[in-house]
């Protein structure tokens, strides 16, 4: 099946910088990928839909300026927390829509990257 | 609005066939898809439906009704390492997932 490849997987960062996660389709391309956010035994939330060559769409209650989501290529969407604080401390998921004639659409996620802002 | 819903918790013995349901109610369909999650880790894909009827994987299996807005997963041969929450999404007419709250299965012994 496809891949997709998150990074980093674990990531500790000081209060007030930024730190980027970088999700990657391996061997397929990706004009729609998504962000999610999870907090320790809820459900994953959708922060933003991102499109390649395009502005993301972020889901109400995100703020846009506070996580910056870029979608340069059709493999490679980047997620970057700015100004981190310890509120932002969470497992952040990607996942790319794969949309097939035979298969319809198939949703494959990262592994997740686990941020602790100290 | 759009609602997905299915049991919070479910208990069964290992060797056993447990159903987990999962109900929704959304802005047009594009298909059901069924992830599994151990704590801690990502969810990893198990199925999509997008047509009525049983799609069987292995010791896995769902079934989607379409008209009655109604999926389940069914999990035969229970073993331990089936612990883990289950995710039910429908994808709606945008394309988004709309995600139910996971039901954690827990194995016995």
């Known amino acids: 099946g496809a891949v997709v490849s998150q990074h980093p997987s674990w990531v500790i960062c000081k209060s007030g910088t930024s730190v980027k996660i970088e999700c990657r389709s391996l061997?397929?391309?990706?004009?729609?990928m998504f962000w999610y956010r999870q907090f320790p035994k809820q459900s994953l939330m959708l922060m933003a839909t991102s499109n390649e060559g395009s502005k993301a769409t972020y889901e109400q209650g995100v703020e846009k300026d506070k996580f910056l989501i870029n979608h340069a290529s059709l493999t490679l969407s980047t997620l970057t927390v700015t100004s981190a604080h310890p509120e932002d401390s969470s497992f952040y998921i990607c996942?790319?829509?794969?949309?097939?004639?035979?298969?319809?659409?198939?949703?494959?996620f990262g592994e997740g990257s686990w941020l602790t802002v100290v | 609005g759009q609602n997905i819903d299915q049991p919070t918790e479910m208990t069964a013995t290992e060797g056993a066939i447990v159903q987990i349901n999962c109900t929704y109610q959304t802005s047009g369909f594009n298909g059901l898809f069924w992830y599994q999650q151990h704590a801690g880790e990502a969810p990893t894909f198990l199925s999509y439906n997008v047509l009525d009827g049983l799609e069987e994987k292995g010791r896995f299996s769902s079934f989607l009704s379409r008209s009655k807005g109604y999926s389940y997963l069914l999990l035969k041969e229970l073993q331990m390492k089936d612990s883990a929450s289950y995710l039910c999404a429908v994808m709606d007419s945008n394309y988004q997932l709309i995600w139910g709250a996971g039901t954690k299965l827990i194995i016995k012994p």
């Open positions: 996942s790319a829509r794969v949309s097939d004639r035979v298969a319809g659409n198939t949703i494959y």
């Open positions: 061997d397929f391309q990706a004009t729609t």
